[in-house]
């Protein structure tokens, strides 16, 4: 049973992160013809297309997407719920449980990110339309760093500063 659990956990766990990473796209305005961003757009474009024309954009923030990451993690936690205890939880608590997973699955794709990215920095040589993704959406997070840490000596130390900072806010708030 912890086999499928673990599994139907990963899966909805990685989609939603698809998801939670289109809405990023969308609010870094990072290059939407970029091959990795047109591979998330295809993987979402099924659901997220017909929402957005119900479902108004509020300036950059795309709802329909953020409407859509609350469904993914509605039934995630409904899944789980069903395979674990054999049926629902109460709908307050999927409800808050699945701000919770969004919340988390955000801080890890944030860190999964800012790990590839300092990963490529080191063995790439620029030319990668990932690496320059990457660098698009992380450096809103990584300047305001770099301001106070420049780099030494060809090293760039403020992605880790960034990375231990957010395993230190993910620590405290209980996702780690």
């Known amino acids: ?7 139907v956990d990963t899966l909805f766990g990685l989609y939603l992160m698809v998801v939670l990473l289109r809405l990023w ?5 990072a290059d939407f ?5 047109q591979f998330i757009v295809k993987a979402t474009h099924p659901v997220v297309g017909p929402l957005r024309r119900i479902i108004p954009s509020i300036g950059r923030l795309d709802t329909a997407t953020l409407l859509f990451a609350f469904i993914v993690a509605i039934a ?8 674990s205890y054999g ?7 999927i ?34 339309p990932i690496e320059y993704l990457m660098q698009q959406l992380t450096e809103p ?22 990375i231990i900072l957010l395993l230190f806010i993910m620590k405290l708030l209980g996702f780690a």
């Open 1 to 7: 049973m912890n086999a499928v659990i673990f599994l």
């Open 25 to 29: 796209l969308q609010l870094a305005q």
């Open 33 to 37: 013809y970029n091959p990795f961003s």
């Open 76 to 83: 995630k936690i409904m899944v789980l719920s069903l395979i």
């Open 87 to 93: 049926g629902l939880a109460n709908p307050v608590a």
């Open 95 to 128: 409800l808050v449980s699945s701000v919770y997973v969004i919340v988390g699955e955000s801080f890890r794709l944030i860190l999964y990110v800012l790990i590839i990215r300092a990963i490529l920095s080191w063995v790439s040589q620029g030319q990668n």
């Open 141 to 162: 997070l990584i300047s305001p760093v770099r301001k106070i840490i420049p780099p030494m000596g060809g090293l760039d130390l403020s992605p880790m500063v960034v």
